[in-house]
């Protein structure tokens, strides 16, 4: 009788990996359903949130400093980038 991998140790055999289902395998079909469904959920409370006085404000703020952080890397990576040019030349 053929034991199959991974029986002697005990741990559980697993099936081939998920690239090589079926594209219609009915768990592939319900995880792209369930991710949708999360997508749509959060653009639904993302869209809502403006109408409330609470959360409008705090959306405003968080694209704001969304923008800031991004200002802050682009400026970070031009400034490091340039330091790392003129340590590598000066060796």
């Known amino acids: 009788m053929a034991s199959r991998p991974g029986s002697e140790t005990g741990m559980p055999v697993l099936g081939p990996a998920r690239f090589e289902w079926q594209p219609n395998d009915p768990e592939i079909v319900s ?8 997508v ?15 959360l409008g404000p705090l959306q405003i703020s968080l694209g704001r400093m969304i923008g800031d952080i991004t200002r ?8 490091s980038t340039s330091l790392r040019s003129d340590t590598h030349e000066r060796r």
């Open 31 to 38: 995880d792209v359903l369930f991710a949708i469904a999360n």
């Open 40 to 54: 749509i959920s959060i653009a639904r409370t993302t869209y809502l949130m403006p109408a409330f006085e609470v």
């Open 72 to 79: 802050f890397l682009v400026l970070f990576t031009l400034v």
